[in-house]
């Protein structure tokens, strides 16, 4: 494997500025090598001066061991010798020699790195001459080359000001490494001067350049679990995607696919007969970064220092769903973000031990400090010069590094027409560029990607995302579930409300009207406060529930242990769980808008149920609950609890136990809720009941004007606009 180097200049360099940019990358390369000398020097004179050893022979020879430290003292503190090299040592030195770079001293390691760095910038000055003649640019470069910060900001400033952010960003990143790097290593941030020596030597970046923050803290940001779900094309999508495999079909399925989180595994028939597979990744979506997907600004930061990223970990997830079979042989191709995921992916032993990655091709990705583990993968990298993207890895193909990390790699690096970022980063442009004028290197890829040409056989778009969503519902649904046979159809129980609005008005009212109430189950006493017996009307909308939505209405009268009641047995009972309380809610007249719901109240619950024209809102602080009469809501309602609810505290739901009754028994359902609820101390609400024989024949208007309830103020409320509930079917008590 040759790597190959292709560059189109749209700004022909002058003559001989080539054979120049070279000797310059020569001599840059000799001088970073002295510098690694001199620095490693300076830390084994530091490491000597700091030596507990040392010390104490210092201290058993006096003369001659004051004279050796006074010695390392000045050779590691004067300009005349190593500059102020202290920050190379440990412990102590070390600090010191931070606190004398916040002051402005430098040593003369770091001055020979630079020097190696402004060679660099030289020769690709000496390329890009456009460069050297913008004016702006030049000013950057003083000032970043000679210390001056504010200077340098000015110029940036200038630059977006003058040219526009695009062509600024695009204009500055042929030299973005070189220009990060010596500000890195000339600035007064102790924290970034191992990032400048990094680039400055072809390593690893394992921080960012200009503020010195390590890799694992800005990865930190990226958390997930990675997950993936097979979701479809439509039929737009599903008409475009390539069916011949080839290096354009294949970047052309990453551009259908945007950068909304989804990834591509296709099955090739290649020419000799055998089915391989295709693994494609977009990159990095614009904009600010989305919890719900590894495609963004911090998913990339993450993939190029992290190799376990949610990105990587999500492609896992899909490609066990896929079902590729063990040794399969597989081909990456990605584009930004997914280059650099789908590296970390080839560079990952125990995945090349499970199949074999055969090709990876990465088109504007920063994969320089990456490697495959299997040593047969080719690899082959398209950068653009003006690409601000590749060279975040410290490198870049044309940034002028002295360094080649991979020289079996096939390295397509060149200069389009176009010098706009992110323009020159999308991947329409990168494909339009392999098309017109990089026709050869195009036609090298594909003769790599060879076992690869042929029809596809089956295409499988996956959806990435950060964290797998939970089961809806979940943890309060996450319960086994059985079907019950009702007049109206079977029915699931526990009976599931995913989405629901509750609102729950507590009255206060004379014993002597409740008595009527409970007459068919005497042996229930109403629960009082002082000498007054509460009642509760209830109001829910169930948008999404296990039986189907419906609304509802329900009058129900608080009650006390039905074996051992005691006074104010209701409130010392809300401590308990709902399974080990005593007392709860006797319903006495319920109002539903769907035959199914009604069914399981009378049969599930004991309830007794019927269908009704109920509406039930709640926006805002304000409730809207009627019960309408067979003219619909063109009439006014029979019965309406409607009005502002007021101020309110958050309170935690409490679980509820209702009562119901059936010809011979007494049924006990325990009601399990979760969601935000709130509760309204002074509610500005009334209930309404409508007068006329339409509004008697209703049981729960009919109730409730019995209570006493007709114009009457709630003494409370508790209102719920995201409430949810399991209810399961009630227990037969012996009594």
Same mark, same amino acid.
């Given at each position: 494997?040759? &790597?190959?180097?292709?560059? #189109? ?79 190379? #040592? ?7 020699? @931070? ?106 970046? /394992? ?38 495999? &080839? ?32 693994? @494609? ?81 990465? *088109? ?177 909308? /169930? ?24 006074? /104010? ?87 509820? *136990?209702?009562? #119901? ?13 979760? #969601?935000? @609820? ?24 009919? @109730? ?32």
């Amino acid at each position: 494997m040759a &790597s190959h180097h292709h560059a #189109g200049a749209a700004h022909p360099a002058e003559p001989g500025a080539a054979e120049t940019a070279r000797m310059l990358r020569e001599a840059a390369l000799e001088v970073s090598r002295c510098a690694l000398e001199v620095r490693g020097a300076a830390a084994r004179a530091g490491a000597v001066l700091g030596s507990p050893l040392f010390a104490r022979s210092s201290l058993r020879h006096p003369r001659a061991g004051m004279a050796a430290q006074w010695s390392l003292v000045r050779a590691l503190t004067s300009a005349a010798g190593l500059g102020f090299a202290l920050g190379g #040592g440990d412990g102590v030195l070390k600090r010191i020699g @931070q606190a004398g770079e916040v002051c402005g001293r430098e040593s003369l390691a770091n001055r020979i790195a630079v020097t190696s760095l402004r060679m660099r910038a030289a020769a690709v000055l000496a390329e890009h001459p456009e460069l050297g003649r913008d004016p702006g640019m030049r000013r950057l470069m003083d000032a970043v080359t000679g210390d001056r910060d504010v200077e340098a900001l000015r110029a940036l400033r200038a630059l977006l000001k003058d040219k526009g952010a695009e062509r600024a960003m695009s204009t500055v990143a042929p030299l973005f490494a070189e220009l990060s790097a010596i500000r890195a290593l000339l600035d007064e941030n102790p924290l970034n001067d191992e990032v400048g020596w990094q680039i400055a030597t072809g390593e690893a970046l /394992h921080a960012d350049p200009w503020f010195g923050i390590a890799a694992r803290h800005l990865a930190a940001f990226d958390a997930g679990e990675g997950a993936a779900v097979a979701v479809p094309l439509d039929e737009e999508e599903r008409r475009a995607l390539g069916t011949e495999g &080839s290096l354009m079909d294949f970047l052309g399925n990453i551009d259908l696919l945007r950068t909304d989180g989804r990834i591509l595994i296709q099955d090739v028939r290649g020419p000799d007969g055998v089915v391989r597979h295709v693994l @494609q990744a977009p990159g990095m979506a614009p904009g600010k970064p989305r919890n719900d997907s590894p495609q963004d600004f911090v998913g990339a930061w993450s993939n190029l220092f992290d190799p376990e990223s949610p990105y990587t970990r999500g492609i896992l997830l899909a490609i066990d769903e896929y079902g590729l079979p063990a040794g399969a042989e597989i081909a990456l191709v990605g584009h930004s973000e997914g280059g650099i995921a789908l590296m970390n992916l080839a560079q990952n032993n125990a995945f090349c031990r499970r199949f074999r990655v055969t090709h990876m091709v990465a *088109v504007g990705s920063p994969i320089d400090n990456k490697k495959p583990a299997d040593p047969r993968t080719w690899v082959a990298s398209v950068t653009n010069q003006h690409d601000l993207v590749p060279t975040l890895d410290g490198r870049g193909a044309g940034s002028g590094s002295v360094f080649t990390p991979h020289p079996d790699w096939y390295e397509v690096d060149y200069i389009d027409s176009s010098h706009e970022f992110p323009l020159c980063h999308t991947l329409g442009k990168y494909m339009g560029n392999l098309e017109a004028e990089l026709a050869g290197a195009r036609r090298d890829i594909d003769e790599a990607l060879t076992p690869y040409r042929g029809p596809v056989l089956r295409s499988q778009v996956y959806q990435l995302k950060d964290r797998a969503n939970p089961p809806q519902g979940y943890p309060l649904m996450a319960v086994p579930v059985s079907p019950v046979a009702t007049s109206a159809g079977p029915v699931e129980t526990p009976v599931r409300y995913y989405d629901s609005t509750a609102a729950v008005a507590i009255f206060a009212v004379d014993p002597e009207r409740v008595a009527g109430l409970l007459s068919d189950a005497s042996w229930m006493s109403p629960s009082r406060i002082g000498r007054r017996v509460l009642v509760a009307l209830s109001a829910y909308e /169930h948008r999404c529930v296990s039986l189907g939505p419906y609304n509802e209405l329900s009058l129900a009268v608080l009650v006390n242990d039905l074996w051992r009641p005691r006074a /104010h047995d209701v409130v010392r009972e809300l401590l308990r769980r709902a399974d080990t309380r005593r007392t709860g809610r006797q319903v006495t007249a319920l109002a539903v808008t769907t035959p199914e719901a009604a069914a399981a109240g009378r049969e599930l619950w004991g309830q007794p149920a019927a269908t009704a024209l109920v509406d039930v809102r709640l926006a805002g602080n304000r409730l809207n609950a009627t019960l309408s009469g067979p003219g619909g809501t063109d009439a006014p309602p029979l019965l309406g609890l409607t009005g502002d609810l007021g101020p309110y505290v958050p309170a935690p739901h409490v679980d509820s *136990v209702l009562y #119901g009754r059936t010809a011979d028994a007494t049924l006990r359902s325990m009601v399990h809720c979760a #969601g935000r @609820q709130r509760f309204h101390a002074a509610p500005r609400l009334r209930l309404r009941c409508a007068p006329g024989p339409a509004a008697e024949e209703e049981p729960l208007v009919r @109730q409730a004007r019995a209570l006493g309830l007709d114009g009457a103020r709630p003494l409370c409320v508790f209102s719920a606009p995201e409430y949810q509930a399991r209810r399961g079917a009630g227990a037969p008590l012996p009594r």
